[in-house]
């Protein structure tokens, strides 16, 4: 049973260009988190979606980033017009049920010029 | 809206020392879970605590979930050099689709 897959590993972004971050869950789990992860910094929580549906968007910026879960394929994160405070980790979490053990994939390091 | 702290954000120990951490929620929870990240990697689960009073031991690991609901420690004895890494907990509160609430987690390094 493979675990949360997230790609690319590693991203690298030129200021105004966009960032494209994919997350597949765990077989089985319909809940997918998204989460940021700023240097020496804990998780902080962004997105929290079900299959196309969005249940709560309140850790996201208002503008420029928008998230997707769509019916099939994997979950995506996406980041318009990157500025350098957009560097982070950005980790992908699903989860079977809501309120269960969270699994955490192995996340994409984004890195603005 | 909820927040879950953990003080200090970091710790130095000896090898052979005994650690503990705290983590307090500034509202009551549903259940509390704990996550260790290694340098570098991601946050991988521990355990999760769901009763009052409940204690959850995984080897030199202890975990404890306070009567009120609202604190939890972590207790590792004799610690080892893999114990290094950043321990994270995290607070849910009850009610449907609730999310996670992590701490900023405290980074435990290891002398050896």
């Known amino acids: 049973n493979a675990g949360v897959m997230q790609n690319p590993r590693h991203l690298v972004r030129r200021r105004g260009q966009e960032a494209r971050l994919r997350c597949s869950p765990m077989?089985?789990?319909?809940?997918v988190y998204w989460y940021r992860q700023l240097p020496e910094e804990g998780l902080k929580f962004m997105v929290y979606?079900?299959?196309?549906?969005?249940?709560?968007e309140s850790g996201m910026p208002k503008e420029r980033f928008s998230a997707e879960f769509p019916k099939e394929g994997p979950s995506i994160l996406r980041i318009q017009q990157v500025v350098r405070g957009d560097s982070a980790a950005y980790f992908c979490?699903?989860?079977?049920?809501?309120?269960?053990?969270?699994?955490f994939g192995p996340g994409t390091r984004l890195l603005v010029l | 809206g909820q927040q879950v702290m953990q003080i200090p954000q970091y710790q130095h120990v000896q090898e052979g020392e005994d650690f503990t951490t705290y983590c307090n929620s500034s509202?009551?929870?549903?259940?509390i879970q704990w996550y260790k990240q290694r340098p570098g990697g991601h946050p991988v689960f521990l355990i999760q605590?769901?009763?009052?009073?409940e204690v959850k031991k995984q080897k030199r690991l202890t975990f404890q979930f306070g009567e009120a609901k609202k604190n939890s420690s972590l207790h590792i004895t004799a610690t080892q050099t893999t114990d290094v890494g950043t321990y994270f907990c995290?607070?849910?509160?009850?009610?449907?689709?609730?999310?996670?609430?992590f701490g900023k987690g405290i980074t435990l390094s290891v002398r050896p």
């Open positions: 979490a699903s989860s079977p049920l809501s309120g269960e053990t969270q699994y």
């Open positions: 077989k089985g789990h319909s809940h």
């Open positions: 979606l079900q299959k196309e549906n969005i249940i709560d």
């Open positions: 509202t009551t929870l549903s259940n």
């Open positions: 605590l769901v009763k009052s009073g």
């Open positions: 995290a607070g849910q509160i009850a009610g449907a689709n609730s999310k996670l609430t």
